[in-house]
């Protein structure tokens, strides 16, 4: 009995280390494709965005924009102005008016994994993380003054 829970100790620390050892190995900067698993809400909430938002951020999340066509959804800036018979996006420009949070790992998640019907997981067209979270870098600096993060000079 003893050697029984004994063992059964050995494997809920061992679950535990393995758990808290993906936890902070968690790059977020992996390869993507289609049959990546979404991110629980909680989880995506906890993400922090490990590329800096910087000039260079910004201009390349601004390009990945305007190569993977969001604009055709959300308007060229960003400001729903969708051309006929496409899909309304919202309005990016008014982190107010959103539904699956302004937080950037939620940011991560809406762009990364989709949300709701109308926004495509846009892990089936781009390959790696670390292109999401340029975007999620472009798509707060949208944002009104004082409500969009202060750019972080380059090193
Ligand atoms: C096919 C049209 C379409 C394309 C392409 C598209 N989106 Fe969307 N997006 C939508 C729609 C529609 C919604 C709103 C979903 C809802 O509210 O039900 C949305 C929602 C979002 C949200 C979440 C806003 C919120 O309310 O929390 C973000 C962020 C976003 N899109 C960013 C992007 C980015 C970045 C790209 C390009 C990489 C992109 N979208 C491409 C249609 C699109």
């Given at each position: 009995?003893?050697?029984?829970?004994h063992?059964?100790?050995?494997?809920?620390?061992?679950t535990?280390?393995?758990?808290s050892?993906?936890?902070?190995?968690?790059?977020?900067?992996?390869?993507?494709?289609i049959?990546?698993p979404?991110?629980?809400?909680?989880?995506?909430k906890a993400?922090?965005?490990?590329?800096?938002?910087?000039?260079?951020?910004?201009?390349?999340?601004?390009?990945?924009?305007?190569?993977?066509g969001?604009g055709?959804?959300?308007g060229i800036?960003?400001?729903?102005a969708?051309?006929?018979?496409?899909?309304?996006?919202?309005?990016?420009?008014?982190?107010g008016?959103w539904k699956?949070?302004?937080?950037e790992?939620?940011?991560?998640r809406?762009?990364?994994d989709?949300?709701?019907v109308?926004?495509?997981?846009?892990?089936?067209?781009i390959?790696?993380e670390e292109?999401?979270?340029?975007l999620v870098?472009?798509v707060?600096?949208?944002?009104?003054e004082?409500?969009?993060?202060?750019?972080?000079?380059?090193?």
């Amino acid at each position: 009995m003893t050697s029984m829970l004994h063992a059964r100790r050995v494997i809920a620390v061992a679950t535990f280390a393995t758990a808290s050892l993906a936890c902070a190995s968690e790059p977020a900067l992996g390869p993507l494709d289609i049959d990546t698993p979404a991110l629980m809400p909680a989880e995506a909430k906890a993400l922090r965005n490990p590329i800096p938002y910087t000039r260079n951020s910004i201009e390349r999340g601004r390009e990945l924009f305007a190569y993977h066509g969001c604009g055709a959804c959300h308007g060229i800036e960003g400001k729903a102005a969708s051309a006929p018979g496409l899909d309304h996006g919202t309005d990016l420009a008014q982190p107010g008016a959103w539904k699956f949070g302004t937080v950037e790992g939620q940011v991560f998640r809406s762009i990364r994994d989709g949300a709701a019907v109308g926004m495509p997981p846009m892990k089936a067209v781009i390959p790696w993380e670390e292109d999401v979270w340029h975007l999620v870098n472009f798509v707060r600096s949208l944002w009104p003054e004082g409500q969009r993060p202060v750019v972080k000079q380059e090193d």
